[in-house]
Nanobody, 122 residues
Framework: QVQLAESGGDSVQAGGSLRLSCAASRHFYRMGWFRQPPGKEREGVAAILRAGVTNYADSAEGRFTISRDRDKNSLYLEMTSLKPEDTAMYYC???????????????????WGQGTQVTVSS
């Protein structure tokens, strides 16, 4: 069974940093990070293709860095300068669909993890 398992969520002060990790049961062409703030819809944060092409949401650009370790089938999200509005459940997602680029659209991903909570206090 294909699985994604996130880790690294925590409670931090504004301005702090966190590194999220996602362990995958196999390699995927496309992997991404999504988040769902309390009471809001899930949204894309960052995505990366097998070749290393990345895409970021405006809210993440310049503060977050997505990366992947192909040998370990792992995905990472380095988050810096965290803000209270970054508080959310963060999800790892993956897909093998070609031709969509490093998309941040939820319906372009077919495999999802259970999420890891990030809370940023002011």
């Amino acid at each position: 069974q294909v699985q994604l398992a996130e880790s690294g969520g925590d409670s931090v002060q504004a301005g702090g940093s966190l590194r999220l990790s996602c362990a995958a049961s196999r390699h995927f062409y496309r992997m991404g990070w999504f988040r769902q703030p309390p009471g809001k819809e899930r949204e894309g944060v960052a995505a990366i293709l097998r070749a290393g092409v990345t895409n970021y949401a405006d809210s993440a650009e310049g503060r977050f860095t997505i990366s992947r370790d192909r040998d370990k089938n792992s995905l990472y999200l380095e988050m810096t300068s965290l803000k209270p509005e970054d508080t959310a459940m963060y999800y790892c997602a993956a897909s093998d669909s070609y031709g969509l680029g490093a998309t941040l659209r939820l319906n372009h991903y077919s495999v999802w993890g259970q999420g890891t909570q990030v809370t940023v206090s002011s």
